[in-house]
């Protein structure tokens, strides 16, 4: 839960957020102007300005009981039909009135969801990898460090200014879910209880992995570390060229080795003066009673006895009524919780046997298959900055290959972003699909840049390679098509892609411009 003062402090900035909705929905303020006082209460105008959404704070994807009451309790009175979960573990609900909007960001704060920072040049949720603390094989939780980076940065967001927005994250395992080491600050676990640390990375124009600025940090250090990528960014960050002022940039000016050396520059007076050592209570999980039980997306936990369930809404698009499924089934379960994870999944944790084969009977209807887990941004018909409908366009692809009975392992995730901006994470997909416009025989085609071969795996994180554009309507025959050819070779995707799926782009001519 958030504390009392921090409720009544946020509670009390409120009133500028009205202000500005009101004068925006009815047409006496600029898109321009509301865009840079609503990010930083977490809300954005969507496409035509007639609406809006409101992103709500989740740090480590965190969703307990009463957050989740919550949400759906919201849908229920302003009939809100569109829930989508993002790849910074957070949720956003679309298509509101300004007044809605309002009156969810208040009443959101009393029960521990605070939207503000959740837009804008700010430091945005904190994300951890969602199965922290649960997973078997996990480095250690990091959650409560990333809890504690999450509270902090809260407590400080009024008293800074950064030249843009600031992406904290954390990782507790090899799978880096979280993309920490292409954040603009990442703590990785390690297997000796200490983080490695990487800085100034990101997704989108100009992409970039990271560096590593610090090894073998003792996570009581944790803060000392968030606030000296604080300071770096407010003393190099770009505050005059908003196209140049992600932390990434810094190392195009400074150099990576100059960025470092700034880096332990703002880090050593903060280590030297001291006060900002953490000890955070471990988090305790439930004691049950072992029955083993095993199925379709039931998973055992770290902890003996316990379970979680994997549920994958298609397209990130949470129906409510699967919200409200979940929320019956798990109301009577002693530390049952629900975690959203960056690729759109839910995981329902902290379940016995007889309770995971519940959830599970609860949670029928999501993706079927790895390529139906493939994650899509919100897309040109709610993005105000969006070039395509990757959500549209990953649905008619499902629908598309679901009827050509395209067997399951045929074809992988992709990852689709609506613009360059990459909030699909289209750059580090096996395939990836970028909104964009292609110039054919004089006329602008709308087309998907595809990318083929990315990876965010740590330490094998590779950027895909380019290999032509797709027009946006033929996208679900060319999914068709390759499942088609990839199943015809007996092969799944991955030995396939290895083998005769070497020169994609001749598979694939036909389709592309
Ligand atoms: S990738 Fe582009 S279209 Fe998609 S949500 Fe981000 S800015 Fe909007």
Excluded at 263 to 270: G, R, S, T
Excluded at 466 to 474: C, F, I, K, T, Y
């Amino acid at each position: 839960m958030l504390m009392a003062k921090d409720v009544e402090f946020f509670r009390a900035r409120l009133p500028e957020f009205r202000d500005a909705e009101e004068r925006f929905f009815s047409g006496q303020m600029n898109a321009k102007e509301y865009k840079g006082i609503s990010g930083k209460f977490g809300s954005y105008a969507q496409k035509g300005g007639q609406l809006g959404m409101i992103r709500l704070r989740m740090c480590g994807g965190h969703l307990d009981k009463d957050k989740l009451s919550f949400i759906i309790g919201e849908c229920r009175r302003y009939g809100i039909s569109r829930i989508h979960t993002t790849t910074c573990e957070t949720i956003q609900l679309h298509n509101l009135t300004g007044d809605q909007i309002l009156d969810i960001m208040d009443r959101a704060l009393d029960h521990g969801i605070n939207t503000q920072g959740g837009g804008g040049d700010n430091p945005r949720n904190v994300s951890a990898t969602s199965l922290s603390g649960v997973e078997p094989g996990e480095k250690f939780d990091v959650y409560p460090y990333a809890k504690a980076a999450e509270t902090y940065l809260l407590d400080i967001m009024t008293e800074i200014r950064l030249p843009r927005k600031l992406k904290v994250t954390f990782s507790s395992s090899d799978r880096n879910e979280t993309h920490a080491t292409f954040r603009d600050l990442g703590f990785i676990a390690q297997d000796d209880g200490t983080f490695d640390v990487w800085a100034a990375g990101g997704l989108g124009g100009n992409p970039k992995f990271g560096i590593r600025v610090a090894e073998g940090v003792d996570p009581s250090k944790t803060l000392y570390h968030v606030r000296a990528m604080v300071d770096t960014f407010m003393k190099h960050g770009n505050y005059e060229n908003r196209a140049r002022a992600r932390t990434r940039y810094m190392r195009d000016d400074l150099g990576d080795e100059g960025f470092i050396a700034a880096y332990n520059e703002a880090l050593a007076p903060l280590l030297e003066r001291g006060g900002m050592d953490i000890h955070p209570e471990p988090i305790q999980y439930p004691v049950k009673d072992v029955k083993d039980v095993s199925g379709d997306r039931i998973f055992g936990q770290k902890q003996p006895g316990l379970y979680y369930v994997a549920y994958h809404p298609v397209g990130g698009d949470v129906p409510l009524e699967a919200l409200e499924r979940i929320s019956d089934a798990i109301a009577d379960i002693d530390g049952a919780e629900v975690r959203v994870a960056p690729d759109s999944t839910l995981y329902i944790i902290n379940l016995d046997g007889a309770e995971a084969l519940r959830v599970r009977d609860a949670t029928e209807g999501g993706a079927g298959t790895l390529f139906e887990t493939s994650v899509s941004c919100i897309g040109s018909t709610i993005c105000q900055q969006g070039l395509r409908d990757s959500s549209g366009t990953l649905f008619a692809m499902i629908d598309a290959v679901r009827e050509a009975g395209i067997p399951d392992n045929a074809l992988p995730r992709f990852r689709i972003s609506g613009c360059v901006s990459s909030c699909g994470n289209h750059q580090v997909g096996m395939l990836g699909l970028q909104g964009a416009s292609k110039s054919v025989d004089g006329k602008a085609v709308p087309v998907f840049n595809l990318t083929v071969n990315g990876c965010g795996l740590e330490g094998k994180e590779r950027f895909g390679d380019a290999v032509g554009a797709v027009p946006v309507d033929r996208c679900p025959e060319m999914a068709v098509f390759l499942g088609r050819t990839v199943a015809a070779s007996g092969k799944d995707f991955d030995a396939w892609l290895s083998t005769e799926g070497k020169d994609l782009a001749g598979v694939l001519r036909d389709y592309l411009v």
